[in-house]
């Protein structure tokens, strides 16, 4: 599996030919911004002005190096789909044998969530504003990634590592469900590292 990045539409949110790493790592610091204040605000009660006082910019910077309000969203939302498909991948290249693909994919998988907790929050909670095109882009990405996670779990169910008397799909839907929900809850000062968090959901599920 070849994960292609996908690359946000317009030029001012995205990573052009020439832009300095200064620029980069400014836009960086104000998508992470964004996501703080759409997750404890909202994406429609959150503002750009928010955003700017908190990074202490004006409010024209913040426009300078991300196009509108929107976009912002949109980078968010790439980010999460982009971050968690890269955990896909690099969790099947780990091993060749099923199980361990499994554990590792669901260990990287929980730690991509909770490195991106505020940006997952705003995706799951935000869906509804999202524009069409890129609804269309992260369904078409989410389809891909619960395939190819369905057809892993596939692979155990042949050799009785899962029950076969559930569809693969739905194992997937129910294993990935929970440390996607880990967004919610999870609190660094109380509760375990990613890593102790995805082996306890390979515990409950019956993964070796």
């Known amino acids: 599996m070849n994960i292609k990045p996908i690359e946000i539409?317009?030029?001012?949110?995205s990573a052009a030919i020439g832009e300095s790493a200064s620029f980069i790592e400014t836009k960086r610091r104000i998508v992470a911004s964004a996501a703080r204040v759409f997750s404890r605000r909202g994406f429609t009660a959150g503002t750009t002005k928010e955003i700017a006082a908190e990074l202490q910019m004006s409010q024209p910077a913040v426009y300078h190096y991300i196009g509108s309000k929107n976009l912002l969203l949109e980078e968010i939302a790439l980010k999460v789909v982009n971050d968690l498909s890269l955990s896909l991948e690099e969790g099947l290249k780990d091993s060749d044998n099923p199980t361990l693909r499994l554990r590792n994919v669901i260990r990287r998988f929980s730690d991509a969530v909770l490195?991106?907790?505020?940006e997952c929050a705003v995706f799951w909670r935000e869906r509804h504003s999202f524009t069409p095109e890129l609804q269309a882009k992260v369904v078409a990405r989410e389809r891909e990634f619960m395939t190819t996670v369905s057809a892993l779990i596939a692979d155990l169910q042949k050799n009785d590592g899962l029950p076969k008397h559930l569809a693969s799909g739905v194992l997937a839907e129910a294993i990935i469900g929970m440390p996607v929900w880990s967004y919610h809850w999870y609190r660094q000062n109380r509760h375990p590292d990613a890593r102790a968090l995805a082996d306890l959901y390979c515990d409950l599920i019956g993964i070796p």
């Open 9 to 13: 539409s317009n030029s001012k949110g």
């Open 115 to 118: 490195r991106n907790q505020n």
